[in-house]
C-alpha cells in the first residue's frame, strides 16, 4: 500500500530539530486536513502538526520524547482509497515474518490446507492491512489466526485487531524506524542530582530551558560577538507619544507603546544597511531583500520567545502597534504559530523593560546582529539654545547593538547603530499614524 509521508515542517531559520511531546493520534485513527497529528516543541513555540490529507494512520515511526530533524518522517497516513483497495487485492505476497513461519500464499487463500506451524487455529481471510498492522505490532501468525473477527465471514476488521491490540500487555510502540537513534543530549547533566550544601536546593532545567541553553552556547561559540553602545535623545519621541497615545487608543483601540517606534527606525536602518539585514550559512553571507524585524518577549514561566514582524519597513505606525501588541499578548499566552517565529532577519530585545540602562545581547543565529534598547530616562543634557549651548531634562535611552565579527566589521556595525540614533532623535513630532 502506498502512503502519504508526514514529515517534520520547517519551523523558522537557526531550528533543525523539534522534540515530539505528545501524540495526538494512533495508528487505525481516521483523520481529516483539520486533524492535529501531534504536539511538537522547540526553544521557541509549542504547536502541533496538522494532517495534509485524509485518510487513516497507518505508521507512527517515532515514540514521544523522540527529537527528529526538519524533513524527518513522523508518521504515515493511508488515505481511503488506499484502505479499501488493499482490503479488496488478493493476497500476492506475504511479509518475511509470515513466510519464516512456515506459512505460504497457498496456506492463506486455501483455509483446507494444514500448516503444522499453526495448531487448532481457525484459518481465515486476513486483509493486507491487518496483517501489515499485526506484524509491526509484533503479533505472530499463531497469535493472529486466534483472534475472533466480526466482520462477514468472520474476517477481521480494523476494529478487532485495533482491539487486540490495546488489550495485550503494554508495549513501546514498534513501527519505530530501525533507523532511529536516541537524541543526544542538549547539554551534558548528570542523570542524578547533584550533591549540593546545607541551604541549596538542585534544579533540573525543563526542555526549553535546556534548549536555550543550547542556543546561546552555539552563538557564542560560532559567532566572535563585538558589542558596541550609544546614548541617544528620544525626547522628541517621548513627548509625541506622551500627547497621542489616547488619540490612538481611541482610533486604532490599541496600545501606542515605544517598541513599534524602535522597530520603526530599525526598520529604516536597515534599509540602508543590507549587510546587517542577513544571514550566515557556511561560508555565505546571505543577504535578505524582506526586513522581519524579530522582538523578544519574555514569558511568564521565565523563559523567552522570539515572535517576528514580518515586512516591518512596509507598514505603518499602526499597522506596527496592531502586529507588536498582538503578537506579544499571544506569546505569553503560548498562542503563536510556527510561522509566527519565523525567518526573522534581525532581533530587538527591551532590556529597558526591567529597569537596565544597557546590555550585551547575544546574537540570534544564523542572524548576524541584535539591538538591546535599555530604560528611558530622563536626565541633565547638553542642548542647543537660541544658538548657544545649555543644560536641560532629557529622556535617554543606551542602544546595545551585538554583531557577528565574522561578516560585520566595527565601521558597518557603528555606523548602523549611529543610523538608528538619527532616525529616533530626527523624530518629526508633527507626523500622523
Not at 130 to 141: D, K, M, P, Q, T
Not at 203 to 218: C, F, G, T
Not at 301 to 326: H, R
Not at 405 to 429: K, P, T, Y
Request: with cysteine; proline share 6%; glycine share 6%.
Amino acid at each position: 500500500m502506498a502512503y502519504t509521508e508526514v514529515r517534520l515542517p520547517a519551523l523558522g531559520e537557526g531550528i533543525t530539530e523539534a522534540t515530539i511531546t505528545r501524540w495526538l493520534v494512533k495508528i487505525g485513527d481516521m483523520v481529516t486536513t483539520e486533524t492535529a497529528l501531534v504536539e511538537i516543541a522547540t526553544d521557541k513555540v509549542d504547536s502541533e502538526v496538522i494532517s495534509p490529507i485524509e485518510g487513516m494512520v497507518a505508521e507512527i515511526l517515532l515514540p514521544e520524547q523522540a527529537v527528529p530533524k526538519i524533513g524527518q518522517i513522523l508518521l504515515r497516513i493511508a488515505t481511503e482509497q488506499e484502505v479499501e483497495s488493499a482490503l479488496l487485492e488478493p493476497v500476492s505476497s506475504l511479509p518475511s515474518e509470515m513466510k519464516e513461519s512456515g506459512i505460504s500464499e497457498e496456506n492463506i487463500l486455501s483455509p483446507a490446507i494444514e500448516t503444522p506451524s499453526i495448531i487448532k487455529a481457525e484459518r481465515k481471510f486476513i486483509s493486507p492491512f491487518v496483517r501489515h498492522l499485526a506484524f509491526s505490532e509484533g503479533i505472530s501468525i499463531e497469535e493472529l489466526y486466534m483472534i475472533k473477527g466480526t466482520g462477514i465471514d468472520e474476517r477481521m476488521t480494523k476494529e478487532d485487531i485495533l482491539a487486540y491490540i490495546l488489550q495485550r500487555p503494554k508495549k513501546k510502540l514498534s513501527t519505530i524506524s530501525k533507523d532511529f537513534e536516541p537524541p543526544q543530549p542538549l547539554i551534558i547533566i548528570n542523570s542524578e542530582p547533584p550533591i549540593v550544601n546545607p541551604g541549596e536546593i538542585a534544579i533540573p532545567m525543563d526542555r526549553v530551558r535546556k534548549l536555550i541553553a543550547k542556543n546561546m552556547l552555539e552563538s557564542k561559540h560560532k559567532a566572535p560577538h563585538v558589542t558596541v553602545f550609544s546614548e541617544v535623545d528620544i525626547t522628541p519621541i517621548v513627548l509625541w507619544r506622551n500627547k497621542n497615545k489616547n488619540i490612538f487608543q481611541k482610533k486604532f483601540n490599541e496600545n501606542l507603546t515605544f517598541t513599534p517606534l524602535f522597530i520603526e527606525a530599525v526598520a529604516r536602518a536597515l534599509k540602508d544597511f543590507p549587510g546587517i539585514n542577513a544571514s550566515v550559512k557556511d561560508e555565505y553571507i546571505i543577504q535578505k531583500d524582506n526586513i522581519n524585524i524579530g522582538m523578544a518577549v519574555a514569558l511568564p514561566d521565565g523563559n523567552l520567545i522570539v515572535p517576528v514582524v514580518k515586512n516591518a519597513n512596509q507598514l505603518n505606525l499602526s499597522e506596527l502597534a496592531t502586529q507588536v501588541n498582538d503578537l506579544a499578548k499571544r506569546a505569553r499566552d503560548q498562542k503563536l504559530k510556527p510561522i509566527e517565529i519565523q525567518d526573522g532577519t534581525f532581533t530587538i530585545t527591551n532590556i529597558g523593560a526591567f529597569g537596565n540602562i544597557s546590555g550585551t545581547p547575544i546574537i540570534n543565529l544564523p542572524q548576524v546582529a541584535i539591538l538591546a534598547i535599555g530604560t528611558i530616562t530622563r536626565k541633565p543634557a547638553a542642548i542647543t539654545v537660541e544658538g548657544g549651548t545649555g543644560i536641560g531634562l532629557r529622556d535617554m535611552v543606551t542602544l546595545s547593538l551585538s554583531f557577528d565579527h565574522r561578516v560585520v566589521d566595527g565601521a558597518m556595525g557603528g555606523s548602523f547603530l549611529q543610523r538608528i540614533c538619527e532616525n529616533l532623535n530626527s523624530f518629526n513630532i508633527n507626523r500622523d499614524f
